[in-house]
């Protein structure tokens, strides 16, 4: 689904990420994990296309296909979600009205007709249930005085709505609560199928005990200095990300 190949990238003649290699199949959930200001947000940014980032080198593959000259909105209606780590306010826009617009943009830019009400009320329906979530919030303004497990909520609504076929969430300075850190370990739970993958970006080895990886990356200076599996995630728990720097000498 996602092949990233020597991919080098930066802001502002800063080079941040440099010589990328991720390759991630439909069905799978990554973890990419690193030390604060490793370069885990860029690569985020860099994959969902925010156009302040700069690619210097190497590629970015989806389903078979360069995204790299596509902006962002061709991405996420390719199927890339990046979910938002500071979510703007919109009063007088609900939570539904949000998502329906997104829905029918994703649809338009598609070829296609805005989904039927009944359609739409039907998924919402569905996706609300599956996630626990009622119909006070979804009639609230977005992210108008939300908490911090409220924003999650609406993240999670708005990925189970969209279904991308790669969600990538950016936890990583978000600092999750205990009701913060459910909401999505639940909802990214009922949402993994064999056709989506996930990269769960993370500090926080907590949010994988719940969100179990089927691969683990650690991101250190821009490198993904080391892969393994689930257990990864432990050992950097226990040993810290000293080792792995000392290990691989960056
Ligand atoms: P992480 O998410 O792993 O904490 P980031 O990707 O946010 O790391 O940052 C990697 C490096 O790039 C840091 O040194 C950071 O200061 C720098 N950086 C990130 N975004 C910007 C930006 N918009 N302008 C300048 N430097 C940035
Ligand atoms: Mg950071
Ligand atoms: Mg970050």
């Given at each position: 689904m996602l092949e990233i190949n020597n991919l080098?990238?930066?802001i502002e003649d800063k080079e941040i990420l440099r010589g990328i290699d991720l390759k991630v199949n439909a069905g799978e959930v990554h973890a990419i994990m690193g030390p604060n200001g490793s370069g885990k947000s860029t690569?985020?940014?860099v994959i969902a296309g925010k156009e302040e980032y700069e690619v210097s080198g190497g590629d970015i593959l989806f389903e078979g296909e360069s995204i790299l000259e596509m902006d962002a909105d061709e991405r996420a209606h390719k199927g890339v979600f990046l979910s938002f780590q500071y979510p703007v306010e919109i009063p007088g826009v609900s939570v539904t009205n949000f998502i329906?617009?997104?829905i029918n943009q994703t649809r338009k830019a598609k070829g296609l007709?805005?989904?039927p009400a009944s359609e739409m009320l039907k998924k919402i329906r569905e996706k609300s249930e599956l996630l626990e979530i009622d119909r006070k919030f979804l009639s609230r303004s977005l992210n108008e005085g939300f908490s911090g497990g409220e924003k999650k909520r609406n993240e999670i609504f708005?990925?189970?709505?969209?279904?991308?076929k790669l969600a990538i969430l950016d936890e990583t300075d978000s600092g999750l609560d205990i009701d913060a850190l459910r909401i999505v370990s639940n909802g990214v739970n009922k949402l993994r199928s064999s056709d989506n993958a996930v990269i769960v970006i993370t500090h926080y080895q907590r949010l994988?005990?719940?969100i179990v990886p089927d691969f683990v990356h650690v991101l250190v200076n821009g490198k993904i200095v080391k892969s393994g599996g689930k257990e990864l995630a432990l050992e950097l728990e226990?040993?810290?990300y000293d080792w792995v720097k000392a290990e691989t000498a960056v």
């Open positions: 080098n990238a930066g690569l985020s940014s329906k617009t997104a007709e805005d989904m708005q990925m189970a709505m969209l279904e991308p994988l005990e719940y226990e040993k810290g």
